[in-house]
Every structure is written in structure tokens, then in C-alpha cells.
């Protein structure tokens, strides 16, 4: 059987690993420290609210970015958060665990000769101790750092393009704003990771839709 594809990539935030339970965990801990008890629901809505505007204001580093909207979030959520306890997702972020799905599928798909990627809206250092826990070599890794731009910012996926050449491309991400809509603008064939089994929004379609990496990598051995 001709194999489809000969490269995957990821975005790592919210595909591999589970961001949005080490975002409430931190942002509990601190808010606990003041004795303040912040709804889940509504810190994960702002935070998708907000993170993407500080990313549009133009690059900085991510710990800046991760300072600056956890300052924001917090003013939402009417706790006054002090400057100079902004840090606190940066502290969490090396803590911050894959999905239970993930090692299990980036080693199948390894095994069956896929190269595999991370396209990463991180600092180099941030995402080096995230990896730590991902068990699979990664030969393409780009960051905001590296590209000085944040998804969906074309830069990431430029760079990408530019280190695999001519091999078949697949990017895979739970991100439809930061992922699937600017991959697909650019031609780049996106596997859609519903992990939370969100309608499709309007725009383009991905090239499949599926809930978790286990079906991925599924999927791409039915593939070839």
C-alpha cells in the first residue's frame, strides 16, 4: 500500500497535551492563596478570549504573553492578581501533562515510519520541558520563538514547509482558529482533533474530523 502522508505535525497546546486542565489548576492555586474560588467554565471561556488578542498585539516572548493574559483573565474573573504573581502559568507549564492518548499514538505512528513535528505558539525552554513527558522523537519543531509570530500567523507553517520540502504533509490540531483555518488557507492538508466534539464552525473543511489522537493514528494506518 502507497502511504498518504510521510510527515505529521502538531500543534502541542490542546492536541497533546491537556492545557486547559493545567491552565484551571494553576490559575486555582494561585486564586486559593487569596481565598478566592474561580469558575472553571468562565476562566476557560476568557482565556480563549483573551490569549489570542495579547498574541495579535505582535510577538513577544510567551512568558510575557502568558503574564499578560493571565493579568487580564484574572481582571475578568474580578480577582485583582497582583504584578508580580503574573507568572504563574509559565511556573505551571512544565507540569502540564499530554492527554492519556497522546504516547500511545505518537509511537504507532512513528512505527509505521511517519516523521513526526510540534508547531508550537512557546518559547524553545517552555516547550524542551514539555517534551520531557512526550515519549516520541520529534523531527520538526518550530516555535513562536523561533518564527517570532503566533498561530494563526502564516510563520509557523511557512518554516514548516520550508524544512520538509517536497514530503506529504499532514498537520494535526484541536485549534480551529489558531490551526485548521490558517492550514488550510495555505493548502496544508489538517487532520481537526475534536477532543471536546464542538460543531464545525463555518470555513473551510479539514481533510477529517476526529475526537482523538487514537483515532488519528487509526486512521492514518487505514490510509496507508
Not at 158 to 170: P, S
Not at 189 to 202: F, H, L, S, T, Y
Request: proline residues 7%; charged residues 25%.
Amino acid at each position: 500500500m502507497t502511504r498518504r502522508f510521510d510527515v505529521v505535525t502538531f500543534d502541542c497546546y490542546g492536541t497533546l497535551v491537556d492545557w486547559e486542565d493545567g491552565i484551571v489548576s494553576a490559575f486555582a492555586r494561585e486564586a486559593a492563596h487569596d481565598g478566592v474560588s474561580l469558575d472553571r467554565t468562565r476562566l476557560v471561556d476568557a482565556y480563549h478570549d483573551v490569549e489570542p488578542e495579547v498574541e495579535a498585539a505582535g510577538y513577544r516572548p510567551y512568558r510575557d504573553v502568558l503574564a499578560e493574559t493571565a493579568k487580564r483573565v484574572a481582571r475578568r474573573l474580578d480577582w485583582p492578581l497582583p504584578d508580580g504573581r503574573t507568572s504563574l502559568l509559565a511556573e505551571s507549564l512544565p507540569g502540564w501533562l499530554p492527554f492519556s492518548d497522546t504516547n500511545p499514538a505518537l509511537a504507532a505512528l512513528a512505527a509505521i515510519g511517519l516523521r513526526l513535528g510540534i508547531l508550537s505558539n512557546v518559547d524553545d525552554d517552555l516547550l524542551a520541558e514539555t517534551r520531557g513527558h512526550l515519549q516520541t522523537p520529534f523531527e520538526i519543531v518550530v516555535t513562536a520563538e523561533q518564527v517570532h509570530s503566533y498561530k494563526p500567523a502564516s510563520g509557523h507553517f511557512l518554516e514548516a514547509r520550508r524544512r520538509i520540502g517536497r514530503a506529504r504533509w499532514l498537520h494535526a490540531a484541536q485549534s480551529w482558529f489558531h490551526d485548521v483555518v490558517p492550514a488550510t488557507a495555505l493548502g496544508i492538508p489538517v487532520a481537526w482533533i475534536n477532543r471536546k466534539g464542538e460543531p464545525r464552525p463555518d470555513g473551510p473543511a479539514p481533510d477529517v474530523e476526529l475526537r482523538d489522537l487514537a483515532g488519528l493514528a487509526a486512521w492514518l494506518r487505514e490510509a496507508g
